[in-house]
């Protein structure tokens, strides 16, 4: 239990970087509140849309752009930030959020 709780610590002290949420901040929730499905949905969409646009720069930079590898790799990121966020990002920040919410009190919590 205790490695898991050094990985969660560390984990959510790197989320809680400004930097890893640029330029979607507006998308980080409160430490105490959980990631849902439709947040992760949300995240998944903006960082694969933004990790694509950079892709797409660079393959133009270098001559190696086409349509096709543009939509794969859209596809590809939105599918593998979605995973990475679901199994990793939300178990820890939510490990972390049921914590905090219930060490606060019943007027916060709404």
Excluded at 2 to 20: A, E, G, P, R
Excluded at 78 to 94: A, D, E, I, K, S
Aim: charged share 15%.
């Amino acid at each position: 239990m205790k490695l898991l709780d050094l990985f969660t610590d560390f984990h959510n002290w790197v989320s809680d970087k400004d930097f890893i949420w640029w330029p979607f901040s507006f998308l980080r929730p409160e430490k105490h509140v959980p990631m849902t499905i439709k947040l992760i949905l949300q995240m998944a969409a903006c960082f694969s849309g933004l990790g694509t646009l950079m892709f797409t720069a660079f393959a133009i930079v270098n001559n190696l752009f086409t349509a096709s590898s543009m939509l794969q790799t859209l596809f590809f990121s939105y599918v593998l930030f979605f995973f990475w966020f679901t199994l990793v990002t939300r178990t820890f920040w939510n490990r972390r959020a049921h914590k905090l919410a219930a060490e606060l009190p019943q007027s916060v919590r709404s």
